[in-house]
């Protein structure tokens, strides 16, 4: 093989933990004869400072031109650059984020659950990652006193995500739970008539909705129950950092993020400021990613 690959290392421990993840990748390489090539560009905060856009035209025409991405971290709470990335997420239609949930027996001791409730825990997260919240039409009033964020969602961007869900679960234990608020949000109520149109063109999965309160307390409660949870742009966010406490490190998550036509692999730790040039970060969650 030989491929080019896009290095986005960003900001804060992002370039640390990506230099790691690059040696990895080359020794993977040696090994077993293949070529990467890697080529840096700027996103975040440090593109901010070196171009004044969070996402550089320049990068993003290298990422449509390569066959893969690795990036690394984004975020400063004095420039707030994050909007970089989900404008990269969006340009290169990447909408389905990938994120596994395990239990590793040697790190059992450093989650906060208990290691009986833990054991055995391996399910995926498949968030949908182009649309709702994120990227409904976003106002506030002049004074200050008022904003509102929409949450859109339309059948395509649902059907797609889930088809990838459906197909992951046949592979594994056959088992999509679909997390919403169904009981609350319009948005929800599309998700779950359009997944469960779905379910049926898969008979062997069997499919089981659970409101997100009631997911989120599941998920510390009796995590093994899970084996592929399915769920919007917003609530994926949220259960996937929760989520990484069963894994006892956040700095052990790895995600992929895949459209179509392109691919991004990423750790799903945040820029860490406050640890940067420590050399004290996790690189594995970089690691596991590529
Ligand atoms: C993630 C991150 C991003 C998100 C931020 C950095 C915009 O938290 O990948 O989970 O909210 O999607
Ligand atoms: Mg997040």
Redesign the pocket.
Known sequence: MNLKIAVLSGDGIGPEVTLQAKKALHAIGVVYNHEFVFEDAYIGAIAIEKTGKPLPEQTLNLCRNTDSILFG???DPKVRP??G??QL?KELGLFA?IRPIKAYPKLMNSSPIKKEVLQGTDFVVY?E?NGGM?FGEKTSNEEGTYASDLCEYNEDEIVKISHLAFKAAQTRRKKVTLVDKANVLETSRLWRKVVTNIAAEYPEVTLECLYVDNASMQIIVNPRQFDILLTD??F??IL??EASVISGSIGLMS?ASLGEQHSLF?P?H??YTEAKGKNIANPIASILSV
Request: proline letters at 0%; glycine letters at 14%.
């Open positions: 971290a984004i975020g994050e909007q990335l989900l997420r984020n968030r990652l994120y742009n917003l994926g966010d996937s950092d995600s990423e799903i945040g820029c």
